[in-house]
Nanobody, 123 residues
């Protein structure tokens, strides 16, 4: 079973950037799609971005298109989320999860989630 640990969150001013990391252990994710999701207080978990196992395909939620990029390094069992031009509405806990099959549409019914990493964007 794969365990995923998110890191890289923090406090940043609006317009700033952060890079999140999702590191897998226990099992390689090199053949799995990996998605990033986020949940703000009082809101449902939202799809942010996903990347295919080979890194050739990536998809983004409408609210982050053009500002976020996703990449992966299968040798390091790591997926990254580069977040630029951050806005206060990007404030949320960010989670990653891995799944088999096509990257899109992203799976949402995961049996478990990690602790996530908090991103706070001040105005």
């Amino acid at each position: 079973q794969v365990q995923l640990v998110e890191s890289g969150g923090g406090l940043v001013q609006a317009g700033g950037s952060l890079r999140l990391s999702c590191v897998a252990s226990g099992r390689t994710v090199s053949r799995l799609s990996v998605g990033w999701f986020r949940q703000a207080p009082g809101k449902e978990r939202e799809f942010v971005a996903t990347i295919s196992w080979d890194g050739r395909s990536a998809y983004f939620g409408d609210s982050v298109k053009g500002r976020f990029t996703i990449s992966r390094d299968n040798a390091k069992n790591t997926v990254y989320l580069e977040m630029n031009s951050l806005k206060p509405e990007d404030t949320a806990v960010y989670y990653c999860n891995a799944y088999s099959g096509s990257a899109y549409p992203p799976r949402k019914d995961f049996p478990s989630w990690g602790q996530g990493t908090q991103v706070t964007v001040s105005s």
